[in-house]
């Protein structure tokens, strides 16, 4: 039996690409900047081709929009904590608590009513639904009953 150990890493010029790239991703941007410079330095082309790859690969604009979003979100989290605070202004701040007073009050109002739509229209529902099988069953009885009061014309032997 043979035994064989690899002693070079496997995946030859991609693997040794992708390790680059994640350890140029793990000193950030400025690294970026600099290996693009020093390409640049070096040999034109290769600067050019390392400048197309970071615009189209988004590496000079790595903030994603999923991190913009995230960040809109955290300022909007900041505002609703801020509503609750006062501003010093005696009477914008009882304006504003009574606005957001009647505003509660119109939402619970407006709930309740969804509710009562709601329930009502079950009920409705449910209603015609009984009704229905109401009248079903009764055609079905005066189906049963019509067919037992029927009397038989045939006569047997011997009967008249």
């Not at 904590?81 to 009647?102: C, I, P, Q, V, W």
């Not at 009248?135 to 189906?143: G, K, M, V, Y």
């Amino acid at each position: 039996m043979y035994s064989t150990t690899d002693t070079a890493r496997p995946g030859g010029i991609r693997n040794a690409i992708r390790r680059s790239e994640a350890w140029l991703d793990q000193r950030g941007k400025w690294a970026w900047i600099a290996l693009l410079v020093l390409s640049f330095v070096i040999f034109w082309p290769v600067g050019l081709a390392l400048l197309a790859y970071m615009i189209w690969g988004k590496k000079m604009f790595s903030r994603s929009c999923r991190a913009r979003r995230q960040s809109h979100d955290q300022a909007w989290g900041r505002h609703s904590y801020r509503a609750g605070m006062t501003t010093g202004n005696y009477a914008f701040d009882s304006y504003k608590a009574e606005a957001l007073r009647r505003l509660e009050e119109e939402q619970e109002a407006f709930e309740a009513f969804l509710q009562r739509l709601r329930n009502s229209k079950d009920k409705s529902e449910f209603d015609a639904f009984m009704e229905e099988r109401a009248r079903s069953t009764a055609e079905q009885d005066a189906a049963a009953a019509s067919a037992d009061a029927k009397p038989t014309t045939e006569s047997r032997p011997g009967e008249y």
